[in-house]
């Protein structure tokens, strides 16, 4: 099948996830288009069937917000007739369903009928997509999507609640490829970041308010008082400066790392004791999924998606939302134990091969066949 995927190129859940999926598909023997402003930071090269079209938006004085919808439409539009795409997958409902069904349109114009899947991941439907400003548009953006998708259960339930949906959304959860995760890296790595008796507490975003950065710097402030630890800190957005003023404020700026983005994730990520994830709302948390597999503990809240990742006692704990203290009693549960440690590392990574890319790609190729017969 020739794929154009349609994402955000930068750190965000949805652009990696669309990243992997194109790449996995690709392996499989798809030719993939990806269509986005930027090369995909998890796209490090290009194969023969792997393709990347940026999208350009040419400054222009008069428009005070540059059209970036229009100029992927007609991009889509361009490619789709240069390279006979067949199918259009896009990834985050705004703006990308909307120019999506554009380009639809204008290629059935030209007698082109091409079928558009959309892939909703999260903050476009409970953060922003939710805001009244953008409601109408992303409705029926969703409404004109042949086939839609949604990263978790509880994702399409508030969908189908905040939103006048009539389509069925079919529920595909992000994966990890596992085949990835059989590495190893030498302990002088893990020496850079903490002392042999010291445990590492990571935690991985991108430093929104959604994330409650205060929420980790507070649990791991509690954790470090207990037991010897270093937090690595690994992402960029709003909320960082704040939690470098807390962490000076509470006089553990030499014990906390902020690492800013990073594309060693594994790498971190494999020498870590303990993954916080204590977001507000959360559709899925694939960050959460990322460290389990690297044999990470996850302590998290309950909010959204995470407990369909995050198993309660098996591989981490939940809590409720901004339940700092109960999240560092829970944390100081796993690392005080150093059996119990380890059953709990073996645990997260046993829950993550739940999803597999073997498991979830084909889910993706029949959702493709499924879209071509609607359309
Ligand atoms: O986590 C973010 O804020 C980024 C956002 C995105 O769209 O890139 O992540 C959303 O999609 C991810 C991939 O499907 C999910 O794992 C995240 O849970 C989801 N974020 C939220 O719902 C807040």
Redesign the pocket.
């Known amino acids: 099948m020739k794929i154009a995927i349609v994402c955000?190129p930068t750190f965000?859940?949805?652009?990696v996830?669309a990243t992997e999926l194109g790449i996995a598909l690709a392996n499989r023997g798809h030719e993939i288009h990806f269509i986005t402003y930027k090369q995909p930071v998890r796209l490090a090269f290009l194969t023969g069937n792997i393709h990347f079209h940026e999208v350009h938006v040419p400054e222009y004085d008069l428009f005070h917000y540059q059209p970036y919808e229009l100029a992927l439409s007609s991009k889509l539009v361009d490619m789709v007739k240069l390279y006979n795409i067949e199918l259009l997958h896009v990834h985050?409902a705004i703006p990308h369903a909307y120019a999506g069904y554009m380009a639809k349109k204008m290629l059935q114009e030209e007698g082109i009928n091409i079928p558009m899947v959309t892939t909703l991941?999260?903050?476009?439907i409970?953060l922003v997509g939710n805001h009244p400003f953008y409601k109408p548009a992303v409705t029926f953006s969703i409404n004109k999507s042949d086939v839609v998708t949604s990263?978790s259960e509880s994702l399409r339930k508030d969908t189908m609640r905040l939103f006048n949906v009539k389509r069925e959304i079919n529920v595909i959860p992000?994966f990890i490829d596992s085949a990835k995760y059989n590495h190893e890296f030498t302990d002088c790595q893990r020496e850079m970041m903490a002392n042999k008796e010291e445990k590492i507490i990571t935690h991985i975003?991108?430093f929104?308010e959604?994330k409650r950065i205060p929420d980790v710097v507070k649990i791991f402030y509690k954790i470090q008082q207990q037991i010897p630890s270093k937090l690595v800190m690994v992402g960029e957005g709003p909320e960082k400066e704040y939690a470098e003023y807390l962490c000076d404020d509470l006089g553990i700026t030499d014990k906390v790392l902020f690492l800013g983005n990073s594309t060693e994730i594994d790498k971190i990520l494999s020498f870590s004791d303990l993954f916080l994830l204590p977001?507000e709302?959360?559709?899925?948390?694939?960050a959460a999924l990322e460290a389990m597999i690297n044999g990470v503990p996850v302590i998290s809240s309950n909010t959204?998606?995470i407990p369909e990742v995050n198993t309660h006692g098996f591989t981490g704990y939940l809590s409720n939302v901004g339940d700092v203290d109960e999240m560092a009693k829970n944390a100081l549960k796993i690392l005080s134990d150093p059996e119990g440690h380890l059953k709990f590392k073996e645990n997260a990574r046993k829950g993550a091969l739940k999803f597999d890319i073997e498991k979830v790609v084909p889910l993706y190729e029949a959702i493709y066949q499924k879209a071509f017969i609607l359309v």
């Open positions: 955000y965000g859940g949805s652009g996830v985050y991941h999260g903050t476009d409970t990263v992000n975003s991108n929104r959604v977001s709302t959360e559709s899925f948390g694939l959204g998606g």
